[in-house]
């Protein structure tokens, strides 16, 4: 299993330019989790997915869509990207059940000038 | 405003001696309690689970939890250069929310 996989490692955009940050698991879990972390700080949740076509917000939505077409991808979009949104972006799964842990991809480094 | 706190440290702790890692949760209804170690410019990945009151170990890990004070710990024992990393304690606010809120870490130098 590859666990999970983010794409791509490194981005620099320019403010105003758009994208998507990729996140794919192979492991067949209902949960998966965008989450951003700045500099010295804690990770804060963006949106989230319990199962294909359900999504909802987490703490920090606003500069963000997603969706889930699948149980194995979760895309998140940045549509006009601002220099607040310079972040670490980590993708997460899980599977069902309070106690099962969350498997962190190896995150996207983000940088808008 | 479900709040996790942590004391962000630097924590410095001499090789082979305890180094001790806190965490406060304000939402008194939370159930689970997840410590996630991550090193530098890697994702966080899971030490130890805890959901009941009282400790829980796990080699050199030990997790403590008191729901009364609203408190949860890790103990990490006869410390290695290897444990120096940040730790990241998480909070499930109930057993059907599958959300966590994490704490803004606290980094921890093991000094050899």
């Known amino acids: 299993n590859a666990g999970v996989t983010q794409t791509p490692k490194f981005r620099i955009l320019k403010i105003g330019q758009s994208m998507t940050l990729q996140c794919t698991q192979d492991m067949n879990h209902n949960y998966m989790y965008w989450y951003r972390q700045d500099p010295g700080m804690g990770l804060k949740l963006i949106y989230y997915?319990?199962?294909?076509?359900?999504?909802d917000k987490g703490e920090v939505p606003n500069g963000y869509n997603v969706s889930r077409s699948t149980t194995e991808d979760f895309p998140l979009r940045l549509e006009l990207a601002a220099p607040s949104q310079t972040s670490v972006y980590f993708c997460a799964s899980k599977g069902r059940g309070g106690f099962y842990e969350q498997y962190f991809g190896p995150g996207t480094r983000l940088t808008v000038t | 405003q479900k709040e996790v706190e942590q004391n962000s440290g630097p924590l410095s702790v001499p090789e082979g001696a305890i180094a001790s890692l806190n965490c406060t949760y304000s939402?008194?209804?939370?159930?689970?309690f997840f410590w996630y170690r991550q090193y530098s410019g890697k994702s966080p990945e899971l030490i130890m689970f805890?959901?009941?009151?009282g400790d829980k170990e796990d080699g050199r890990f030990t997790a403590q939890l008191n729901k009364a004070s609203q408190y949860v710990s890790l103990l990490i024992r006869d410390s290695q250069p290897s444990d120096s990393a940040t730790y990241l304690c998480?909070?499930?606010?109930?057993?059907?929310?599958?959300?966590?809120?994490f704490g803004t870490g606290t980094r921890l130098t093991i000094i050899p």
């Open positions: 805890i959901y009941s009151n």
């Open positions: 939402d008194r209804g939370s159930q689970s």
């Open positions: 997915s319990v199962g294909a076509g359900i999504t």
């Open positions: 998480a909070v499930q606010s109930n057993f059907g929310n599958e959300k966590l809120t």
